[in-house]
């Protein structure tokens, strides 16, 4: 129609019919030179095409390679207010065997007689440590069986003290401090009066004032209170009471971990001094 369009005008007036034709010509050509320009672009390789910084995938590579972590689950056990370098140095051996096993160790210090009652319940997820005889007293822990530390017991005594160190414990005239809740002093026999405390700072105190005439505890426990009271002068009976190992406890509820904390212990067994209670 356009072409027939042109032939009319061309016979009436050729000048403007060959201004259309010119005209006609320029934009076809127009035309022809963007449609190669798109060619062309459609036709350069993926690895020349400018990066989009903000594209999660940059050079064949996902920026988010790295998964999102999960938050570590938290085991919380229950350990003494008396706190001894050792007992942080156990505490770190135990978090790393924990943290190996996909949890994050928490410590809760209480006294250490509540601590094993709440522990026992359920309230926590075990004990720091504990002596072995601890799993006879309380059926519901369960002993990872690898010993962590040895302790020993031993008798502190004001320098006035006058009495035959190795007859003391036939004496049923004396006072005998130690803290509640740690077992190896519960279970040492003698014929004194017991008296027991929260704590190894209240028993040194109670010793250093003369309300007791003798505590049982071990040597960690009473430097580390020791470093903290001025004016306290008491000396150690050269005789060991008694000697233990030291385990960590969990509660029933996961006894499922016994086996890998086992294997991971074991990683780095050693034996060191460490606080019992």
């Known amino acids: 129609m356009l072409l027939n369009a042109l032939l009319k005008l061309r016979q009436q007036k050729p000048a403007v019919a060959l201004l ?6 320029l934009l076809q050509t127009e035309a022809a030179q963007q449609q190669q320009a798109t060619a062309t672009t459609q036709k350069i390789p993926a690895q020349e095409q400018p990066s989009d910084i ?4 940059i050079n064949g590579k996902n920026k988010t390679t790295r998964q999102h972590q999960q938050p570590l689950k ?3 056990v229950a350990s ?6 050792l007992t942080r140095m156990i505490e770190s051996r135990l978090a790393k065997a924990y943290l190996a096993l996909g949890f994050q160790l928490k410590v809760q210090y209480l006294p250490a007689g509540r601590s094993l009652l709440m522990s026992n319940k359920g309230e926590f997820d075990g004990e720091l440590f504990r002596i072995q005889s601890v799993a006879s007293h309380y059926p519901n822990l369960r002993l990872v069986p690898v010993p962590l530390t040895s302790v020993e017991l031993y008798a502190f005594v004001r320098p006035a003290f006058v009495t035959d160190s190795q007859q003391w414990q ?3 005239k004396l006072r005998i401090g130690y803290v509640r809740g740690f077992k190896m002093a519960e279970q040492y026999l003698f014929k004194g009066s017991r008296v027991p405390v929260t704590t190894t700072r209240q028993a040194i105190r109670m010793l250093n004032q003369g309300k ?3 505590v049982l505890d071990d040597v960690e426990s009473v430097l580390q209170v020791q470093q903290d009271l001025t004016g306290t002068e008491i000396r150690r009976l050269p005789q060991v009471l008694s000697s233990d190992k030291l385990f960590h406890f969990v509660h ?3 006894q499922a971990l016994l086996e890998p904390l ?3 212990l074991q990683k780095t067994a050693t034996t060191v001094s460490a606080h019992p209670h």
């Open 262 to 264: 086992t294997a991971e």
């Open 74 to 76: 938290p085991i919380i």
């Open 212 to 214: 007791v005439d003798l």
């Open 80 to 85: 003494s207010v008396n706190q001894s370098a």
């Open 54 to 57: 903000n594209s999660p995938i």
């Open 252 to 254: 029933k509820k996961h």
């Open 20 to 25: 259309l034709c010119l005209l006609l010509l």
């Open 170 to 172: 036939q004496n049923a």
